[in-house]
């Protein structure tokens, strides 16, 4: 799901294979992991985002979410 960023694709790629190497390590499967990247994705809406912002912000992820699931 990466777009044009400041983060190399370097940086892109090694936290996002932890972060995958983290819920195979667990054995998390897939109900598990959506469980997990969900609250993980609130917490960080909550805790990095202005409260004026957040629901914005949660329909633009939602939003490229599904774009990237469609094919």
Same mark, same amino acid.
């Given at each position: 799901?990466? @777009?044009?960023?400041?983060?190399?694709?370097? !940086?892109? !790629?090694?936290?996002?294979?932890?972060?995958?190497?983290?819920? !195979?390590?667990?054995?998390?499967?897939?109900?598990?992991?959506?469980?997990?990247?969900?609250?993980?994705?609130?917490?960080?809406?909550?805790? @990095?985002?202005?409260?004026?912002?957040? !629901?914005?912000?949660?329909?633009?992820?939602?939003?490229?979410?599904?774009?990237?699931? @469609?094919?």
């Amino acid at each position: 799901m990466p @777009q044009n960023s400041r983060y190399t694709n370097a !940086e892109f !790629e090694t936290l996002m294979n932890k972060v995958i190497l983290t819920l !195979e390590e667990n054995d998390a499967g897939r109900d598990l992991s959506l469980m997990v990247l969900g609250n993980v994705i609130t917490h960080i809406l909550q805790t @990095q985002v202005n409260p004026d912002k957040r !629901e914005a912000m949660a329909d633009q992820f939602a939003n490229v979410l599904k774009k990237s699931v @469609q094919g």
